[in-house]
């Protein structure tokens, strides 16, 4: 930007040439580009290529306005900054406003310590000249965000290859870890030491939880992968939810299911399982002790045809305002969440992969509920 505003110096004749962007931060123009002159280098000492918004000045304005500019009398401008007018002595001067992408984001001004200096014709220059900065100023901005989409990508992609593979062999472990303590636990029933057998089925719990948490890795690597598949079957999902609140009910929370006695829909019973499972579980870990998590069960004609519902209710904190609108995302996490944030996502693409939706309605301390819409009647494979 410095060698345009030097080249721009020297077709024009110009004492000096900036080239202003906006700082959103600070709301202040900032001269990004700057010739190389007396007058520029004072403005430099004086510090006036900084230019507040709210300092107001006919840089400002042209910025503001969208307008071009022209004076050959700068110094008499009753609304023109004092330190323009006197302490870099400015007469004349001509600005275009810079877009980028189509969005005002700057100023070009030449300025001359002469009166009446620049033409008409200097001032279509400028502005063509304008437009130019704004078309080059944004495929720098198009290249630097292609090159950091691109790095992350690769560092998204490498991640994804290590907890795929990490998955995999931790699977094999906790494949013969569980084998071995479920032998402790017949050995002890046996036996009838009841230590060992609270203590071998609390063992029991953790692999399992390790287990659902490495299945939840390896469907993230298949579903990148477009390996995520289903097989849809007729299920009752009145009597998936109840076995689902049976197996996740706690000492401390009890899970509640609510509906018609059968209602029956056409899924894949273990992915719809590994949904239900995963939305009761992020129910469970946020809510207060003592309270229930409810699931309820109903239908609903909407304008697409009539859908099964499954609706996962909380009463505790509610999502934070800044967590919602990545919630769904892989890895999301609230501030005092725990495990890997990959829960929902899965449910939610396991709703996708049946034609349904995954919507959340939520408050900051009323609680929170996820609702699992699925097309009734439908087959999940077309």
């Known amino acids: 930007m410095d060698n345009a505003a030097q080249i721009l110096v020297e077709l024009l004749h110009a004492d000096k040439v900036d080239i202003f962007f906006l700082e959103p931060e600070t709301q202040t123009l900032v001269a990004r580009g700057i010739s190389d002159t007396p007058m520029s280098r004072k403005q430099k000492r004086l510090g006036l290529d900084r230019l507040q918004l709210a300092n107001r000045g006919r840089i400002v304005e042209i910025f503001e306005t969208g307008m071009p500019w022209h004076t050959g009398h700068q110094d008499e401008d009753p609304e023109e900054l004092p330190g323009i007018k006197f302490g870099l002595g400015i007469k004349s001067a001509i600005g275009a406003v810079i877009e980028v992408g189509g969005e005002r984001r700057g100023v070009l001004e030449c300025s001359s310590d002469?009166?009446?200096?620049?033409?008409?014709?200097?001032?279509?220059?400028?502005?063509?000249?304008?437009?130019?900065?704004?078309?080059?100023?944004?495929?720098?901005?198009?290249?630097?965000?292609?090159?950091?989409?691109?790095?992350?990508?690769?560092?998204?992609?490498?991640?994804?290859?290590?907890?795929?593979?990490?998955?995999?062999?931790?699977?094999?472990?906790?494949?013969?870890?569980?084998?071995?303590?479920?032998?402790?636990?017949?050995?002890?029933?046996?036996?009838?030491?009841?230590?060992?057998?609270?203590?071998?089925?609390?063992?029991?719990?953790?692999?399992?939880?390790?287990?659902?948490?490495?299945?939840?890795?390896?469907?993230?690597?298949?579903?990148?992968?477009?390996?995520?598949?289903?097989?849809?079957?007729?299920?009752?999902?009145?009597?998936?939810?109840?076995?689902?609140?049976?197996?996740?009910?706690?000492?401390?929370?009890?899970?509640?299911?609510?509906?018609?006695?059968?209602?029956?829909?056409?899924?894949?019973?273990?992915?719809?399982?590994?949904?239900?499972?995963?939305l009761v579980a992020n129910a469970l870990k946020h809510s207060p002790a003592g309270l229930p998590v409810v699931v309820e069960v109903e239908t609903r004609t909407r304008t697409d045809g009539d859908h099964v519902v499954v609706s996962v209710v909380d009463q505790g904190p509610g999502v934070s305002p800044e967590l919602l609108p990545r919630l769904f995302e892989r890895f999301a996490r609230g501030p005092k969440s725990s495990g890997l944030g990959l829960g929902l996502y899965l449910a939610r693409r396991i709703a996708l992969a049946h034609g349904g939706t995954l919507e959340v309605h939520s408050s900051p301390g009323k609680g929170a509920r996820f609702e699992l819409s699925l097309p009734v009647l439908r087959d999940a494979s077309d």
């Open 114 to 278: 002469k009166a009446e200096f620049f033409s008409l014709d200097d001032l279509r220059f400028l502005e063509a000249v304008a437009r130019w900065v704004g078309v080059v100023a944004h495929r720098i901005e198009l290249s630097e965000q292609l090159t950091k989409a691109a790095l992350e990508q690769g560092r998204r992609s490498a991640a994804e290859d290590l907890i795929t593979i990490f998955a995999h062999d931790m699977g094999n472990h906790l494949f013969s870890l569980r084998a071995r303590i479920e032998l402790i636990h017949r050995r002890s029933v046996r036996q009838r030491s009841v230590d060992d057998i609270r203590d071998a089925e609390a063992a029991l719990g953790s692999v399992k939880a390790l287990s659902r948490l490495t299945s939840d890795l390896l469907d993230v690597g298949r579903l990148e992968q477009g390996l995520f598949s289903l097989h849809p079957q007729p299920l009752d999902v009145m009597r998936l939810v109840q076995e689902v609140a049976a197996t996740s009910t706690l000492p401390s929370h009890e899970v509640q299911s609510r509906g018609p006695e059968e209602l029956v829909l056409v899924a894949d019973p273990e992915r719809l399982r590994q949904a239900l499972s995963n």
